[in-house]
């Protein structure tokens, strides 16, 4: 009798174990379930650190970026710095301290820019070279058009209708590395006509921090040192090309000596429409904008780039970075409704309403 109670105990001792073993197995699988949160992955952060915004172009490229990224579920901070090396250093600095994922900057001045770099890959954030390429510094990546062929193009354009004659060459910014790839595009195919004598540039310079009081003594200068004995103008954008024709207006000169620009602002596409300005050259923004979007935040995911767009080595004095460069496309007089108002980087409206009520 005694055998069959102990018997009996142990066996509900053991019923009890169970119990306790089943539920213990049940509480910790409930604490291994993914939060809801967790499972949902976190909005990737892009830092734009831009030059300046006093330019049309720059206001392109802010808010198309802002909406490419947007569109593909990220976040942008954007901060210009107007032209302060120490000012876009510092908002760099800022937004890495924020916790960004990527820096996207166009620098303003390709060298000191390069410490921006450097802090960024310091905190473990990959830098997107975004238009003008930093110099002398591990960038991750850089996108732009061909800079070389956008002045290429600008001197072909000219050449066409100036074969022989004097040169006068308005540059950029001498801190901005796209000045000195335009400016190299142009003289390659001005060259060889120098050499042959047909062409003399008459007078080179550039212009300081592209602004366009600065273009407007530049030609100032060239026309005074020449007695107004010019032939023809390659500007390096459209804003430093504006100021060159309004001191060729108030000398009764526009309209007779060809000037070339490039960006296809507003103003230029409306100059060239009056016959003040000969050419520009386009770049979609748009285009820019959608593929620098997907490049940030595939490199801030620590993804391959390299199926989106063929990808180039362009040195910039410390390495060979994998760049993506897109052609850009002249724009004279000819082919404004096909390239400018069809892509509607400027509508019909804006182009000739605008141009209608400044007359």
């Known amino acids: 009798m005694l055998v069959l109670i102990l018997f009996l105990f142990l066996l509900g001792c053991e019923k009890h174990d169970n119990r306790n073993n089943d539920t213990e197995v049940q509480s910790n699988t409930e604490s291994f379930k993914p939060n809801e949160q967790q499972q949902v992955e976190e909005t990737i952060k892009i830092g734009f650190a831009m030059d300046t915004l006093t330019e049309e172009r720059w206001l392109k490229d802010r808010d198309f970026f802002r909406m490419s990224v ?44 390069a410490a921006i770099v450097e ?26 058009y061909d800079n070389e062929q956008v002045g ?39 060259q060889p006509h120098i050499d042959k004598g047909d062409i003399t540039v008459v007078f080179d310079q550039w212009t300081k921090d592209w602004e366009p009081a600065n273009a407007k003594e530049n030609i100032e200068l060239a026309l005074k040192a020449n007695n107004n004995n010019i032939d023809a103008v390659i500007a390096a954008n459209d804003a430093t090309a504006g100021a ?48 620098a979007a997907e490049l940030a935040i595939k490199l801030a995911k620590d993804e391959d780039v390299g199926e989106i767009r063929d990808v180039v080595k362009i040195n910039n004095g410390q390495m060979e970075v994998p760049s993506i460069l897109l052609s850009p496309t002249t724009v004279t007089q000819t082919n404004i409704e096909e390239t400018i108002i069809a892509d509607d980087f400027h509508t019909r409206n804006e182009i000739y309403l605008q141009k209608d009520k400044s007359d």
């Open 70 to 113: 947007e569109e593909l579920g990220a976040e942008v901070e954007i901060m210009a710095s107007h032209g302060d090396d120490a000012l876009q250093i510092w908002q760099a600095e800022t937004m890495i301290s924020k916790g960004i994922d990527l820096l996207v900057i166009v620098p303003h001045n390709a060298e000191s820019t």
């Open 119 to 144: 802090k960024a890959h310091s905190a473990g954030i990959k830098v997107l070279s975004y238009d003008r390429l930093v110099k002398n510094a591990e960038v991750d990546m850089y996108l732009s």
């Open 152 to 190: 290429a193009l600008q001197a072909q354009a000219i050449l066409e209708i100036v074969p022989k004659g004097r040169y006068v060459y308005i540059g950029g910014a001498e801190t901005d590395n796209n000045a000195h790839m335009a400016k190299k595009g142009v003289f390659e195919v001005l």
């Open 244 to 291: 060159v024709i309004e001191v060729l207006e108030s000398r009764g000169l526009a309209g007779e000596i060809p000037v070339a620009g490039q960006d296809a602002d507003l103003a230029a596409i409306q100059r060239i429409i009056k016959g003040t300005q000969t050419m520009t050259i386009y770049k979609p923004i748009k285009e820019l904008t959608d593929l």
